[in-house]
């Protein structure tokens, strides 16, 4: 049984980071962010802006995926399965969960 039953996370507030390219392939749309932001092990809420509108016509099944500091994760939503751009409204801003050690990517709400 852990010590403490709870874990205090974003002790210093929510971190936002900012899109600042998208990529649409035939297989996926990516976002791609400043690498620096994740240099360091996060765990925890993060809102994410995603400022650009997607390319007219990108089709809505594609599943969206979020490109930091070289590694490339599936955005999902609560029971797994992707987010695909159906899902989503550009440009806005998010609230997800995001564990670097996990690759966990997951959108909240």
């Known amino acids: 049984m852990a010590r403490f039953p709870l ?8 971190p936002t980071v900012q899109a600042r390219r998208i990529t649409v392939t035939d297989t996926s749309v990516d ?3 400043n690498p620096d932001w ?12 995603l400022s650009e509108d997607l ?5 809505g099944t ?6 930091m500091a070289g590694n490339t994760s599936n955005v999902t939503v609560a ?14 801003v998010y609230l997800v969960y ?12």
């Not at 765990?43 to 802006?49: M, P, S, T």
């Not at 390319?55 to 089709?59: A, E, R, V």
């Not at 594609?62 to 490109?67: G, W």
């Open 38 to 49: 994740d240099a360091n092990p996060f765990r925890g809420l993060l809102l994410v802006y």
């Open 98 to 109: 995001y564990d670097r050690y996990t690759n966990i990517l997951q959108l909240i709400g």
């Open 79 to 92: 029971g797994g399965d992707n987010l695909t751009v159906a899902d989503i409204a550009t440009p806005g």
């Open 62 to 67: 594609l599943p969206v995926r979020f490109v």
């Open 7 to 14: 874990q205090y996370v974003n002790l210093n507030g929510i």
């Open 55 to 59: 390319p007219t016509g990108t089709t």
């Open 31 to 33: 976002f791609g962010f």
